[in-house]
């Protein structure tokens, strides 16, 4: 286990749904990201979280809106997606957003949420 | 073109050998590269992480190499095990906080 939770693990939801993807972590860390994964693609980062600032990725459809309540735990709220947005997401959690001397800023990664978007 | 370019796409090979999968990049101003390893249904895990100034490491049975000069990395897997059949992901990032994520290499390991 890599201290990374996500609930659910799986998902398969309408179109006209609204449905929410949590984690949570617990390493003590201050930056949380959500990621999708797509089939033979790379890591897509959607969104990052830390105590200083939040960082989107501007190419991010409206239809995903992240929530971040405190340090330990990250949300993901989904409404009227699209069967292209199918994919496995995943959770991470960082020390911190940025590379300093003393921190190689490994990510920790949940074992992600497979989504289905019918 | 993506900044982390990995090959092979995928490769089977059988119980008990070795395989070498690459990794080319062009990330910059590089500041380390991660090798990950992601199981069927789960997250990413790192295996190894090289900054510019280390040109190999090892875990158990794999080892990585960077080339800083030519922006390559290898990871080769030494008698290869079921267990070995995963994904692997080749991240690097620069010190501007940019993380590019390879494709990864889906690597199948037969008894």
């Known amino acids: 286990e890599t201290g990374v939770t996500q609930t659910p693990r799986h998902l398969v939801m309408g179109m006209t749904n609204k449905k929410s993807l949590k984690c949570e972590q617990h390493?003590?860390?201050?930056?949380m990201y959500w990621y999708k994964q797509s089939a033979k693609k790379p890591l897509e980062l959607m969104f990052v979280?830390?105590?200083?600032?939040?960082?989107e990725n501007n190419s991010v459809p409206s239809r995903f809106s992240p929530e971040c309540p405190n340090s330990s735990h990250l949300f993901l709220h989904l409404h009227t997606l699209q069967p292209e947005d199918s994919a496995l997401y995943l959770c991470?959690?960082?020390?911190?957003?940025?590379?300093?001397?003393?921190?190689?800023?490994?990510?920790?990664f949940g074992p992600g949420t497979r989504l289905t978007v019918l | 073109k993506n900044q982390v370019e990995q090959s092979p796409q995928s490769l089977i090979i059988l119980e008990g050998k070795n395989c070498t999968l690459q990794?080319?990049?062009?990330?910059?101003?590089?500041?380390?590269l991660r090798w990950y390893k992601q199981d069927t249904g789960r997250g990413p895990v790192s295996l190894t992480i090289?900054?510019?100034?280390?040109n190999t490491k090892s875990n158990g049975r794999y080892t990585a190499t960077l080339d800083a000069d030519t922006k390559q990395s290898s990871l080769h897997i030494t008698a290869s095990q079921l267990s070995d059949s995963a994904s692997y992901i080749c991240?690097?990032?620069?010190?501007?906080?940019?993380?590019?994520f390879g494709a990864g290499t889906r690597l199948t390991v037969k008894p």
């Open positions: 990794c080319n990049y062009t990330v910059s101003p590089f500041s380390n």
């Open positions: 090289m900054t510019f100034s280390e």
């Open positions: 991470a959690s960082s020390q911190a957003i940025r590379l300093t001397s003393g921190n190689n800023n490994e990510q920790f």
């Open positions: 390493l003590g860390h201050n930056a």
């Open positions: 979280y830390s105590l200083e600032e939040r960082v």
């Open positions: 991240v690097v990032s620069a010190w501007n906080n940019d993380m590019r």
